[in-house]
């Protein structure tokens, strides 16, 4: 197996010649944890000054990889070769010591200290601090210069925005002289301007010669930056080719090793009658912080109302209100009854009696208990259904049991084995469990949050489906999403939220992903309006 | 890693070497101080398990530890560390002096129901208060429920020397109960006392606990409302999401897991002293703990536990007894057993944890 350094699409900096060595070469890499093998026998090379992809499922082995290329596993067998040479990973500074940087999908930065102190986090020298820092401040302003990786070094880090503490997370790799920077799913809390923000600067450091490797699931982003792709499944890796030479389609259907629809096809959308009416709809969180302000909005029958919006301005608060486990402010109308917003009859009971399903966006935290077994999570927050009852003080366990089986079929969910915990199925079994539970209660207006996040390509296509069938049944589907592709491909309707509010509404058969961004930013027409109390 | 063992392992392993760890200590101690371990074990074992008289003891304590440790389970599943069943056990003593002496029974069968409601209700309304705190104003039941230990002692002790304590009695205790409302012993009931025959302090209250063990499996894991405990116990933020009632399932178990250990008090009150002393408990509500963390919350695993430590006190008291060791062994032994199945569980699923990690890790 050999990678072209060519990349074909872009002018690179002086592509290598052919006796430079790659980057990384591993060779014969496995490792198995218990009787899961989770990497067998990879082999892979990463030509130096590339953009190089890896993609595959949840639990295709992409994480791990990594994790043995960063000295947190140790493989079971096979070799590492960095810049040519043989090398042993024992630990992440040995990893720092090959110049190898890492780039977590969950930032590991401290909080309540400055920029310019977490960088040095780790490589202050000497006993006082000054020295470190100067020092950092000058490398951190070449670098800002040299990369658009710029930052206020004295900022504290909880006060940044997500694509701004991911600068920082770049710089620390940097300021260790990383050669190599690997990225776990770095757009995953990113708007669409920060992620192109961001591939500009990969693009910059490719540019001087670095090596970026980018592990993620999304299809658009390899075909967009890199110039070569990976691709892992169920530990193998089945192919490594070159970017330009293929397509998403292609992509899909070698990770999950079947020809997958990116786009569930879906017909018009043909509303009915109002389902839902929100009215100035107003959450406050428990320190006070409004969190919704004044949410105005209506769901008819027969249609999918898509929420965009960057992960954390209102939209969990939203979804909380609608699902009776937050208080707020305002009018709710499910088919013509006002819902209770706060008091006895605001709660998950009451919701659900009024026809409201609700599909959680945290299924580990909300939607499961992750200790249950399959059968009684398919009873959760259904348990005083009748059907599950076998007289006044009993359930009907081996009702809920025969249920849970027939759901499990219907939806696919793997292994079929209902006295499973929840926490052994993997993410997008967990999710289906979920969907299953709430779809199969036939609900009027179904609330469903971040469907397919963590979510494997073949999961989501039958996801997306169910979805669509269910607006096809006439039922009004609220979707609160972070993935615009998402939103994109099967809402009607897109309201994008922003600080609490709706921005503003798109078609989305005519609106576009920067408009979108636009206004998941903050800069859209509702922003122009006067704010409360500043008119 | 933690919760990664093999299920037997759990379950038995765990236990088992803890208390094994915990009797290897013990007898270190007893060497340190001159005394012999194999004599210790042989009169523990022969005094509380060689004779049908010795278990006649040993099933009395039993009882009482089923009682307080299937109350600290239905607290500990809604997610609830009620440390009061001392508390809790003694105000249920309360209601079953006041049950016993303020009717004239004719039979026990008919003063055993109405006595079994009065330690239910009593031991119910001590557990119900820190369980209003907790849901309403946020006082942690940790807290609240060891301050109520110390509220309801006091309360006791106001009871007997105001109240209870009949005319011209010097201790403070209640009077004695009627016969009428004295419970038959192991030794007392046809069949029974075939092999129990001499004079046992092990009551029909036993039949009572087993009753309980399985009542409160069918509670947990059988009905509606064992459910919701499980899963508000689980995740209450989950169970918000569902719509269960925190209000609801924190006050439900507080009140069954109060009741359960009011209800020791039938055991001991009515079964055994047949009037109200002060601290009737004697510690067994602290005990139900240790019962409780070695059964692992399971009703069954609460009955193997408390045999245990029915075993633990009577040995512990023979001990005393009948050798030169002192009395104040009989704690540390207790007490060893206790931080091992108790608090340092943890530290042997760890080293278990090590054993176990090449064939059962963490999956990818």
């Not at chain 1, 909300?366 to 009852?389: K, R, S, V």
């Not at chain 1, 920067?514 to 122009?528: H, K, N, Q, T, V």
């Not at chain 2, 109350?71 to 009061?84: K, P, R």
């Amino acid at each position: 197996m050999s990678v072209d350094t060519e990349t074909g699409r872009r002018a690179t900096a002086a592509p290598p010649s052919g006796d430079v060595p790659p980057a990384i070469e591993l060779r014969g890499i496995s490792k198995a944890f218990g009787s899961v093998q989770a990497n067998k026998d990879i082999d892979i090379l990463v030509a130096r000054g590339t953009i190089h992809g890896i993609i595959g499922e949840n639990g295709a082995g992409k994480s791990t990889l990594m994790s043995i290329l960063y000295g947190f596993y140790k493989a079971d067998k096979g070799e590492i070769f960095i810049g040519g040479k043989l090398t042993t990973i024992p630990d992440s500074q040995s990893a720092i010591r090959a110049g190898i940087g890492m780039v977590f999908q969950h930032f590991k930065l401290v909080q309540n200290f400055t920029v310019l102190e977490n960088v040095i986090l780790g490589a202050e020298e000497g006993r006082l601090l000054a020295p470190s820092l100067a020092k950092a401040r000058k490398v951190l302003a070449e670098l800002a210069a040299e990369y658009e990786l710029d930052v206020d070094p004295d900022a504290l880090v909880q006060d940044l925005s997500v694509g701004l503490q991911q600068r920082v997370e770049i710089l620390k790799a940097l300021y260790r002289h990383a050669d190599i920077l690997i990225l776990d799913e770095p757009t995953g809390v990113l708007t669409p301007d920060e992620a192109d923000h961001l591939f500009r600067i990969l693009q910059g450091l490719k540019d001087q010669g670095k090596t970026i490797v980018m592990i993620t699931h999304k299809l658009r982003e390899i075909m967009e930056i890199t110039d070569n792709v990976s691709v892992m499944r169920r530990g193998t890796m089945v192919a490594t080719v070159k970017t330009a030479e293929t397509s998403p389609e292609d992509l899909a259907e070698l990770m999950v090793g079947r020809k997958v629809l990116m786009h569930v096809p879906k017909g018009p959308a043909n509303p009915g009658k109002v389902v839902l009416e929100v009215e100035n709809l107003a959450v406050r969180d428990e320190h006070k912080v409004e969190r919704l302000r004044g949410i105005s909005l209506q769901i008819r029958a027969g249609e999918i109302l898509g929420i965009a919006g960057v992960a954390g301005n209102g939209q969990s608060e939203l979804l909380a209100v609608l699902g009776g486990f937050a208080n707020g402010t305002g009018k709710i109308r499910v088919n013509g009854v006002e819902l209770d917003l706060t008091g006895r009859h605001s709660d998950g009971q009451s919701r659900r009696a009024q026809g409201i399903a609700h599909v959680p966006e945290d299924r580990q935290s909300l939607g499961l208990i992750m200790d249950f077994t399959a059968w009684e999570n398919m009873a959760f927050g259904y348990h005083n259904a009748p059907e599950y009852q076998k007289n006044w003080l009993l359930m009907d366990n081996d009702a809920l049991r025969a249920d849970t089986d027939k759901k499990m079929a219907t939806y696919d969910i793997r292994p079929p084995i209902a006295t499973l915990a929840a926490k052994n199925f993997s993410g997008g079994n967990q999710q289906k469990i979920v969907v299953a539970r709430e779809m199969e209660r036939n609900p009027d207006l179904l609330l469903i949050g971040q469907p397919t996040r963590g979510v494997d390509i073949g999961a989501i296509e039958f996801i997306h489906k169910q979805i669509i069938a269910l607006r096809d049944a006439g039922k009004a589907i609220l979707l609160v999403s972070v993935e615009l592709d998402e939103i994109m491909s099967i809402a009607d309707r897109i309201a994008v939220m922003f600080d609490g509010r709706i921005m503003g509404e798109r078609d989305p058969a005519t609106t576009n992903e920067r408009e979108l961004g636009l206004l998941m930013a903050g800069m859209g027409e509702a922003s122009a309006a006067p704010t409360k109390g500043a008119a | 890693m933690m919760d990664r063992l093999p299920r037997w392992a759990d379950v038995v392993l765990v236990p088992l070497i803890s208390l094994l760890l915990a009797a290897g200590i013990s007898a270190l101690t007893l060497l340190a101080i001159g005394a012999s371990p194999m004599e210790a074990l042989t009169t523990m074992v022969t005094g509380a398990l060689g004779t049908p008289y010795a278990w006649g003891y040993t099933l009395y304590y039993t009882t009482s530890f089923i009682f307080t440790g299937l109350s600290v389970i239905v607290a500990f599943h809604a997610g609830l560390f009620n440390i009061g069943g001392e508390g809790q056990a003694q105000l249920g003593g309360l209601g079953v002096a006041l049950v016993c002496l303020a009717v004239p029974w004719p039979h026990w069968t008919l003063a055993l129901p109405a006595a079994m409601l009065g330690a239910a209700l009593f031991g119910a309304a001590w557990a119900a208060i820190p369980a209003y705190l907790q849901v309403r104003r946020g006082s942690h039941i940790v807290i609240t429920t060891i301050m109520f230990n110390y509220i309801g002692a006091a309360l006791i002790v106001y009871m007997l020397v105001n109240v209870l304590r009949p005319k011209g009695q010097m201790d403070p205790a209640s009077a004695h109960f009627p016969p009428g409302s004295n419970l038959p012993t192991l030794h007392e009931l046809p069949g029974f006392s075939l092999i129990f025959t001499k004079q046992v302090p092990a009551n029909v209250t036993l039949f009572i606990a087993l009753l309980a063990c399985w009542l409160v499996w069918v509670l947990l894991w059988r009905t509606r409302m064992g459910y919701q405990i499980r899963a508000f116990g689980k995740s209450d933020k989950a169970a918000r999401y569902a719509g269960i009632s925190p209000f609801k399932v924190t006050m439900v178990a507080m009140l069954i897991s109060g009741a359960l250990a009011g209800l020791m008090s039938i055991n001991n009150v009515m079964g055994e002293s047949e009037r109200l002393l002060q601290n009737s408990s004697e510690g067994a509500g602290f005990i139900g703990i240790a019962v409780a963390l070695m059964g692992r919350n399971h009703p069954f695993g609460v009955f193997l536990a408390a045999l245990l430590f029915g075993f633990l006190y009577q040995g512990g008291a023979e001990i005393g007894l009948w050798t030169s060791i002192p009395i104040e062994l009989r704690i540390v032994v207790q007490g060893l057993v206790i931080l091992f199945t108790g608090a340092l569980d943890q530290m042997v699923r760890m080293m278990l944890g090590l054993v176990f990690r090449p064939r059962k890790a963490e999956a990818a």
